[in-house]
């Protein structure tokens, strides 16, 4: 069974940054795409990026492109979102996904059938 867990989210002042982590456990993922989503107040979950596990390909969101970073630690079973020049529009909960697949990225909240507990990431201005 997948295990997500995410941490990292905290306050933060506009311009900030701050870096996300999502530990995955409970199978090998290899063969799994790995998403990060946000759902702030009222607004649906929307789709941040995502990072294919052995290859390392990433396709990013509108919100997050030249601002967010995904990447992955192979040895610690982790994946990462590096946040800089934070908004406060960029405040919401943040969800890290996973999906079996790698052939191509799914961007839709349904393509992932795993998530964590998500954290809260919140952009003072």
């Known amino acids: 069974q997948v295990q997500l867990v995410e941490s990292g989210g905290g306050l933060v002042q506009t311009g900030g940054s701050l870096r996300l982590a999502c530990a995955a456990s409970?199978?090998?993922?290899?063969?799994?795409?790995m998403a990060w989503f946000r759902q702030a107040p009222g607004k649906e979950r929307e789709f941040v990026g995502a990072i294919t596990w052995s290859s390392g390909i990433t396709l990013y969101g509108n919100s997050a492109k030249g601002r967010f970073t995904i990447s992955r630690d192979n040895a610690k079973n982790t994946v990462y979102l590096q946040m800089n020049s934070l908004k406060p529009e960029d405040t919401a909960v943040y969800y890290c996904g996973a999906r079996p697949g790698t052939m191509q990225i799914a961007t839709a909240t349904n393509s992932y059938n795993s998530w964590g507990q998500g954290t809260q990431v919140t952009v003072s201005s």
């Open positions: 409970g199978r090998t993922f290899s063969s799994y795409t």
